[in-house]
Every structure is written in structure tokens, then in C-alpha cells.
């Protein structure tokens, strides 16, 4: 490493500037450099994958901090009785005690669950849900005497990058209950973190949330109602009722069809904001609009 250039790699000419803050720690525990090995390794990791292959890789979080969700196959339960959330929750404690992650929140449904965690190394992530996911169905299959697969494909994952998005999550994590009207109060469920933010946190780390927040405010922001678009995929693209509810948030509550109606100046002022502010591409307007992709390719957006 030559600190003098910046250079990192000769080989790719990947640099990275040394500034005045290079020591300096964000609220995340990392530096600068944490975050530029971040960038190569995802790099790297896409190289190794190849850029063709029909499943891409993983969006990986500069904060360590990730909403994940698991299902059960064609959504069937993984969750039969009292004794089956138990394990579940044993699992997730014994694997966070041997890989150093942190559980934020999480909250245990029949047929899926959902957890905020913050793994403890860079990648950490993929090895914490396969050894999760792989101990849970062999005992579940084991108990109730069945073979085959439990869970739906692979996991889906977002990353969690800001500390108001990171809120947002919590409750709508703890809200589940609710809007699944398995529960009338937030406190009623026990398979969720919520009771431990309130009382004592034994699987979930509550010190960092409540270190942004207090349990007075703590309790009246998850009376609030969570409209956020929480959008989790196992792939880096999004899906398309994410993008038609984006292009009808710009367009005021229109459609994405009726883009095509518009004059020509203001239908392409549209789809210029699209593909530079919103970054979708091409293929992505043009199924979310009707647009053709030849006119679309044809707006200016630089």
C-alpha cells in the first residue's frame, strides 16, 4: 500500500484517499477504509460469481445492518407450537454467542419470521442464515417426522443503511402481529422483540436502539402506524409494484401508463427523474410505463 498515492491494488487501480478523518468512527463502529473494503469485497464477490449468472449476488450493507426475512415453503408453517418459536429463539442465541452478530429485533409468525441483525464481520451474513436456517429444519423435520425442504428458496435480505430507515424497521417488524390480526396490542405477543424493549432484552440487544430513542418514545412511535415501503428481496433489483409505487408517488396518485399521455416535454422530464434519481432501467420503465424502450433510451439524462 502506497499511503503516499492512495494506491490500493496496481493491478485494478482501485484507489482509495487518505483523508484527515481516516481514524474517525461513524455510529456503526467503522472507518473510511472499513468502508472501502466493503466496496472491494463486493466487487470481488461479483467477479467470482460472474456477471451472467440467473442469481445475482447479494446487496451487501456498508452498516452491517440487514431486515431479514425467511419463509416457509409454498408458505406453509414453521411454526406449529410453543416449543417450535422456543428452538427457534435458542438457535439464533447460540449462533449469536459463537459468531459475535447483534439481534435488533425480530418477531416469529407461523409461516415466516423476520430479524434485524447486525453481523459482526464483513460477509458474516450468508453463513449466520445458512447454519440458522439448515439446524432449524433438520430438527423441525426430525419432530414432526417429514423430509424435504422447509424453507422457501433463499432467504431475502435489505440492507439497513441510515438510523431513520433503521427505526422504521423496528416497528414494522413489531407491528406484524397486528396487521396479521393475531394480536390487538403490540405487547400481547410474545414471539416478538417488542416485550423485551419494554422489560429486559434476553435475545434481542435493545442498548442501541434505546440509545436513539427512550422507552416513552420508544412505545409511542410504534403506536404510530408504519407506512414505509419496506421492499426485502433476495436479489439487488427491485420489483415491480415497488417501481409502480414509486413512479405513482412522483405522479401524485397516476399510474405509470399515464406517463404516455403526457406532453412530450413533461413525459420526458418524467422519465429522465426515473433513471437518474430513481435509477431504474430501462427495461424497468418501459414494463412499468408501456413506454417504448427506443424512446426511453432516447431521453437525455446526463
Known sequence: MDKASGKICYQCDIYFQFES??????RWGRTPFDKFLQF????????????????RARQYSQTGLYHIIYR??????????????????NIIYDLKLEMKFAIYAYCFMT????????????????????????????????KYERSGT????????????????LL??????????????????LGDYKWSSYPEYLNKGILTDTQFILSMIDKKGFEEFHQEEDKELHEVSDRIGRSEEYIRRRIITLMDGKEPHE?????KDERNKIIKQLRT??????????????????????????
Open 150 to 165: 422447509l424453507f422457501a428458496n433463499r432467504y431475502k435480505s435489505q440492507p439497513v443503511e441510515n438510523d431513520e430507515y
Open 168 to 185: 422504521s424497521v423496528v416497528r414494522y417488524i413489531h407491528q406484524n402481529p397486528i396487521k396479521a390480526n393475531v394480536a390487538i396490542n
Open 259 to 263: 406517463i404516455s399521455a403526457l406532453p
Open 40 to 55: 472491494y469485497y463486493e466487487a470481488w464477490y461479483n467477479l467470482e460469481r460472474g456477471e451472467n449468472m440467473a442469481r
Open 21 to 26: 478523518n481516516y481514524y474517525q468512527l461513524d
Open 72 to 89: 416457509g415453503i409454498n408458505r406453509q408453517n414453521i411454526f406449529e407450537e410453543d416449543s417450535d418459536y422456543t428452538t427457534m429463539a
Open 277 to 302: 434519481e430513481e435509477g431504474f432501467s430501462i427495461r424497468q420503465v418501459e414494463r412499468a410505463t408501456g413506454i417504448s424502450r427506443g424512446i426511453i433510451a432516447n431521453v437525455e439524462i446526463s
Open 111 to 142: 409461516n415466516h419470521a423476520h430479524l434485524l441483525l447486525r453481523e459482526g464481520n464483513m460477509g458474516d451474513i450468508s453463513t449466520i442464515m445458512k447454519r440458522l436456517l439448515t439446524k432449524y429444519a433438520g430438527w423441525f423435520n426430525r
